[in-house]
Each structure stands twice: as structure tokens, then as C-alpha cells.
């Protein structure tokens, strides 16, 4: 089956920073994925890249099989919602829907106008005057009725309250239910992510540091408490992901698919906020290791 984004060895260059560096990802379809990092991580990049806002500098991607943006074809089957969840202040609830049948041929007007009925919005009513959650939901909407094989989301539940990002997520997964659409949510609100997603892509300091079946991640991921211990000792076999000591105590995330028998450890499985954390803790550990990566001019 065709990967819905894969890439390889991509990066992306402003000016001397690398904002996305050595990025190879295969995303399956019909999955609905959380991409999830801190600020400035490349999230945003990564996501402009793959709908053709952005060049890449090295490597390549593709999007459903094709090139990213590659003509009104290619276009037709990407659906995006930007972080700002745009919308124009001055056209009405109709005014979007009317705008967004011309734009997309593929155009599903009855999902449309059901959508917005369902979600109680005046169609006289001006964008401007909606609220934050209503904005959102509006963005879906016109997202969702061009009947996209993927939909794109940059952090679109940011700035809501946590009503209407309950709200905004519920319609999301009624849509995916329904149409059978692949997602790609960028967020930073793991709590979010794990209602909602079964794949997860970690992206830290401008790199992937972990991708996969958010079942199987966990399933192979275990937290070890004992006596403490230096984590080079341990079986070749484990992979540390994150360390922690006290005088007397290690506390180690590892990853492993054999069972721990060493009884010195108490073992426990663990959450998907302690994995995604831990990620990210040793994804800014290697970069502080790393030089600057930037590039030298004369």
C-alpha cells in the first residue's frame, strides 16, 4: 500500500539553520497520526512541506505517491488546516462554503451545509464574529468537504479552550470514521493525541527521534526502577531512552521486546505522555552533543 508521506534523508534550509535535517518517514495510510514536539522542532515545516507551501533543500517527499502540490489533481486530495485555522473576518459562514465549492472540484456541498448545520452555525453570520472553536470547526469543515484522502492539520486546537478542542476533536473523528480519511495532527497537548491518534511521529531539535504504531511503541517500552546503576551495564539489548539517578536509585526508560528478568528492577509499563517526554528529553540531550548544525561559509 501506498505510503500516504514518505520521505528521504529531507531537510529544509533558512539561511544557515536547518529547520528539518535527515528526515526519511513512511507514514501508512488509514491511520491517524499525532506528530508531536516542542516549539520549533520542525513540525510546522515538515507539514508545509509535504502539502508544497515549501521546497525541500535535500532529500524528497512524496504525498499519496506524487509530488507534493503537483497540479490541481494532486491538490484535490490534500485536505489543510493551518495552525491559525483561517478564515476571512469579512465573508460569511456561506460566503466560505460558496468560495470553497469553487476552488475544489471535488466539492461535497451536501457534507458541507450538514456540517454546518450539525455544529449550529448561522450561515449569515461573519467569520470575524465567531468564536475561536467556531473558526476551527468552520476550517474543518471546508477541509473536510473538498473530500480529501488526507488530511492535514497544524496544530488547529492551540489557542481553544478545552471544550471546543473536545468539540473540534469529536467532529475529526466522526469525519474519519465516515470517510475513511488518513490524518496528520500536529500538536503539543499529548492528552489531545492520545484521545484521537494510533500513530505517532516524535520530531525534536529538526529530527525524527521515533515513529510507529502507538500500541507497539508502548508494548516495547518499559520504565525500570532499582539500585543504581550505570545504563552501559545493562544488556545490549536494551536501548536506553532516558536516565535518571538519585545517591541510591536509577530510574531508566528502555526500549526492548524481551522481558526483563533481572529481578533487581521493578518493571511498569508506560504512559504515551512519559514516552513522547522521554523522546523529546533525549532528542535535546543528542543535539546539545552535536555541533551547531549550521552552514560554514567563507
Same mark, same amino acid.
Given at each position: ?52 507551501? #515549501? $521546497? ?11 509530488? =507534493?502540490?503537483? %497540479?490541481?489533481?494532486? &491538490? @484535490? !486530495? ?63 469543515? #471546508? $477541509? ?11 496544530? =488547529?486546537?492551540? %489557542?481553544?479552550?478545552? &471544550? @471546543? !478542542? ?133
Amino acid at each position: 500500500m501506498t505510503a500516504v508521506v514518505e520521505t528521504k534523508g529531507l531537510g529544509k534550509r533558512y539561511g544557515r539553520r536547518w529547520a528539518l535535517s535527515d528526515c526519511t518517514l513512511s507514514i501508512p495510510p488509514g491511520r491517524v497520526v499525532g506528530l508531536v514536539g516542542p516549539n520549533g522542532a520542525g513540525k510546522t515545516t515538515l507539514l508545509n512541506l509535504a502539502i508544497g507551501l #515549501l $521546497a525541500p533543500t535535500s532529500g524528497v517527499i512524496e504525498v499519496l505517491g506524487g509530488h =507534493p502540490a503537483d %497540479g490541481p489533481s494532486q &491538490l @484535490a !486530495r490534500v485536505g489543510f488546516v493551518a495552525q491559525e485555522t483561517p478564515t476571512y473576518s469579512g465573508l460569511s459562514v456561506t460566503d466560505h462554503l460558496q468560495m470553497g465549492a469553487w476552488l475544489n472540484p471535488g466539492w461535497d456541498n451536501g457534507l458541507a451545509i450538514g456540517r454546518i448545520q450539525h455544529l449550529k452555525l448561522d450561515p449569515k453570520q461573519k467569520a470575524g464574529k465567531l468564536s475561536g472553536g467556531q473558526r476551527a470547526q468552520l476550517a474543518l469543515t #471546508l $477541509a473536510l468537504a473538498k473530500r480529501p484522502e488526507l488530511l492535514i492539520l497544524d496544530e =488547529p486546537v492551540a %489557542g481553544l479552550d478545552p &471544550l @471546543a !478542542r473536545r468539540e473540534f476533536l469529536q467532529v475529526l473523528m466522526e469525519a474519519v470514521a465516515e470517510h475513511g480519511v488518513s490524518v496528520i495532527l500536529s500538536s503539543h497537548l499529548v492528552a489531545d493525541l492520545e484521545r484521537v491518534c494510533d500513530y505517532l511521529v516524535v520530531l525534536v531539535a529538526s529530527r525524527i527521534q521515533v515513529a510507529g504504531e502507538i500500541e507497539s511503541l508502548l508494548a516495547g517500552h518499559r520504565r525500570l526502577t532499582g539500585p543504581r546503576r550505570d545504563p552501559s551495564r545493562l544488556p545490549a539489548n536494551y536501548r536506553v531512552i532516558e536516565a535518571s539517578h538519585t545517591d541510591r536509585q536509577s530510574s531508566l526508560i528502555v526500549a526492548t521486546d524481551e522481558r526483563v528478568h533481572d529481578p533487581v528492577w521493578t518493571v511498569e509499563q508506560i504512559g504515551l505522555e512519559d514516552l513522547v517526554l522521554a523522546y523529546m528529553s533525549r532528542g535535546v540531550e543528542v543535539e546539545k552533543r552535536q555541533p551547531a548544525h549550521v552552514e560554514v561559509r567563507p
